[in-house]
């Protein structure tokens, strides 16, 4: 059980806090909901720029690092295609401080031209090295167009191609922040060695006085269901031939999302999953085998993934995993099989409830699923899957004219 308490600011920001006193740090954790599928899709991996951006400075506050150091912090963020998420660790004693940075950026960033050219090119030179320059690297820009026609999940959070990070100007930077980045449109959570009173006061001094903003809706195109099988294979600069076989899955919301997340770790987790023992131990086709979802908060992704040994025609690898995959179709799972993934999921749970950063970042994601106390439920969610419901979502799911297979072919020296 994690504890909490919450409030409301005027402006709309919510705040959650929960107290552990076992522990002489705080964390202070902002979600903001915003994410690469809010964006224009002629100026896309905007989200992602504004992380980096995040961390120019702010009106009072030239470099965002250098007062958290001097009081023991540490600070990151990340960007996905769903949420924006910044979070700072400190002493207790030094919560005040991250309540004044977070405050402050969020008021009042500095946006400048300077800023806004060092950070392009931060991104510009990522988006080199790790989606163009990396064996694989390029596969979401490959993969999410082929699953994804209509809803914007058809592009990375890094963006759909270099030139809009290049031609990103400052007038369409600050509308862009304007429009997602105030109170009512952000989650914070405090954790810690602090108390609901001492939290009330810092965020009324700090946040309260900022604008709430106007308020942003979404309504975003919705992916209508995949009814034609997809291919695409491309020759390129990797080591070995690679398979990505990729399904439309329900929402993150969706009823079908718990028995997902144990079918593919009945696929693959550990040396003990079907897909490793029976490709990678017994049948010795594939070097590594993967099954592994995206929880996105609208329609999601299923991904199983493999690399073919030296020597294994890429169609006889591919034949093996859709043979996994139809058994699954055929036999409902048998009952231990099926506790062993719950016991492992539950673990995980547990071992989540244990990091005072994990708890922080999860009651926020929670909270913007609708309530922060969903978490408290989450592990009962998935000790009542049935074997049946895996086995129906099998079929639902592993349809040919579901899929969408990307395949690398390793160029030949």
């Known amino acids: ?23 002489p740090m705080a964390v202070l954790n902002i979600l903001y909901d915003v994410g690469a599928r809010d964006e224009n899709p002629e100026q896309t991996g905007f989200a992602h720029l504004f992380e980096h951006l995040m961390f120019g400075g702010s009106a009072n506050i030239p470099t965002y690092d250098e007062p958290l150091q001097r009081v023991g912090g540490e600070n990151n963020a990340f960007t996905s295609n769903d949420i924006t998420n910044y979070y700072i660790t400190l ?27 060092v950070q392009r090119n931060v991104v510009i030179e990522e988006f080199k090295q790790r989606y163009l320059n990396q064996p694989y690297g390029d596969v979401w820009l490959k993969l999410r167009p082929m699953v994804y026609k209509n809803h914007p999940y058809r592009w990375a959070t890094i963006g ?20 997602h980045y105030n109170p009512q449109n952000a989650i914070m959570v405090a954790g810690g060695d602090i108390t609901f009173e001492q939290v009330k006061l810092l965020a009324e001094k700090w946040f309260a006085p900022i604008p ?7 309504s975003l195109p919705q992916e209508p269901e995949q009814h034609d099988e997809r291919r695409q294979t491309v020759t390129a600069k990797v080591p070995l031939n690679d398979i990505y076989i990729a399904f439309q899955m329900g929402s993150r ?17 550990g040396n003990s999953s079907r897909l490793y023992r029976t490709l990678v131990k017994e049948k010795q086709l594939f070097s590594e085998v993967h099954a592994y979802m995206t929880g996105s908060l609208d329609k999601g992704m299923f991904v199983c993934e493999g690399k073919p040994l030296e020597g294994i025609s890429v169609e006889t690898a591919e034949a093996a995993i859709w043979e996994e995959l139809e058994k699954i179709k055929a036999v409902e799972i048998p009952a231990d099989e099926l ?11 547990i071992f989540s409830e244990m990091s005072l950063l994990d708890k922080a970042m999860n009651l926020a994601q929670f909270e913007l699923l609708g309530d ?20 129906d979502l099998a079929n639902n799911l592993f349809r040919k004219n579901n899929s969408s297979t990307l395949i690398y072919l390793a160029e030949k020296s």
């Not at 504890?3 to 076992?22: A, Q, S």
């Not at 369409?172 to 429009?179: E, L, Y």
């Not at 709430?212 to 979404?218: I, S």
């Open 1 to 23: 059980m994690v504890k909490f308490n919450r409030f409301t600011l005027d402006n709309g920001l919510r705040v959650i806090v929960h107290e552990d006193h076992t522990t």
């Open 91 to 117: 002493p207790s004693a030094n919560i005040e401080t991250a309540f004044w940075l977070e405050s402050d950026r969020m008021l009042s960033l500095a946006f400048s031209e300077k800023s806004l050219e």
């Open 160 to 179: 759909k191609e270099i030139k809009h990070i290049e031609d990103a100007q400052i007038e369409d930077v600050k509308a862009f922040f304007k429009k």
């Open 212 to 218: 709430a903003g106007e308020k942003y809706y979404r």
């Open 253 to 269: 919301l969706d009823e079908s999302f718990y028995p997902a997340e144990l079918l593919s770790d009945i696929l693959s987790r």
């Open 339 to 349: 506790t062993k993934v719950q016991n492992k999921t539950e673990s995980t749970m």
């Open 372 to 391: 922060a106390d969903l978490l408290n439920h989450e592990t009962e969610k998935y000790l009542k899957v049935t074997a049946a419901q895996i086995k």
